[in-house]
């Protein structure tokens, strides 16, 4: 079936560096695209989102980069911070607004 | 706004008993909330789509009758683990959009279930 997937599991960044997370989607049909952050133990909490119309949305230290003709989306952290260290997923909004994540790229900041 | 509470946060229980987690909506209502599966190092998987006023909609795999999910009003959904076993234990998230039809989803905090 269709999913969306992370081409790093693992990402190390220096503080104060900036971060990309990057996922790859298989299904085209896809309109509205979202990031999570997840700290351990904790449930995920939302960082930006983005519809299929456009491709580049920014919010306080993130950008969100949607490339719809290789269906490929990233996630930009600016100045990386310690408190940034989390595991990050991008979810599709599937079919009766079901979500669909990938599996995870955990970013680790390095002071 | 759009806060999503989950009780309790952490439960161990004895197998062959069964546990359940309350998912609440504080400052919003929901018609619908997703229940979804989480193992250690792994990605969510959703289990469930919980239905205010009718049937949860299970996803492939997941056993509706080890699973009992109730919607009982617009700011609850509860997950049943029935007769839990070591199996089960895994980290439990529901998650609920902050309006109706919004796709944009909100979590809860997670409840760690262990059986022992």
């Known amino acids: 079936g269709e999913s969306v997937g992370l081409h790093l599991p693992t990402l190390s960044v220096q503080e104060g560096d900036n971060s990309i997370i990057n996922c790859a989607y298989s299904n085209s049909a896809s309109d509205y695209f979202i990031w999570y952050k997840q700290e351990s133990g904790k449930g995920p909490q939302f960082i930006i989102d983005?519809?299929?119309?456009?491709d580049k949305r920014q919010g306080q230290r993130v950008t969100v980069l949607l490339n719809k003709t290789v269906k490929h989306l990233s996630l930009q952290i600016a100045a990386t911070q310690p408190g940034d260290s989390a595991v990050y997923f991008c979810a599709e909004n599937d079919y009766g607004n079901k979500l669909v994540f990938g599996a995870g790229t955990i970013l680790r900041v390095k002071s | 706004g759009a806060v999503v509470s989950q009780h309790p946060s952490r439960v161990i229980c004895k197998s062959g008993t069964s546990v359940k987690i309350e998912c609440r909506s504080l400052?919003?209502?929901?018609?619908?909330m997703f229940w979804y599966r989480q193992f250690p190092k792994k990605s969510l998987m959703l289990m469930a789509t919980?239905?205010?006023?009718?049937?949860?909609?299970?996803e492939q795999g997941v056993e509706k009758d080890k699973f009992l999910i109730n919607h009982a009003s617009l700011t609850l959904s509860t997950l049943t683990v029935t007769s839990a076993h070591p199996e089960d234990s895994s980290f439990y998230i529901c998650s609920a959009p902050p309006t109706s039809g919004q796709e944009t989803q909100y979590f809860g905090p997670g409840t760690r279930l262990l059986v022992l």
């Open positions: 919980s239905n205010e006023g009718s049937k949860a909609t299970y």
């Open positions: 400052d919003f209502q929901a018609t619908t």
């Open positions: 983005i519809r299929s119309n456009m």
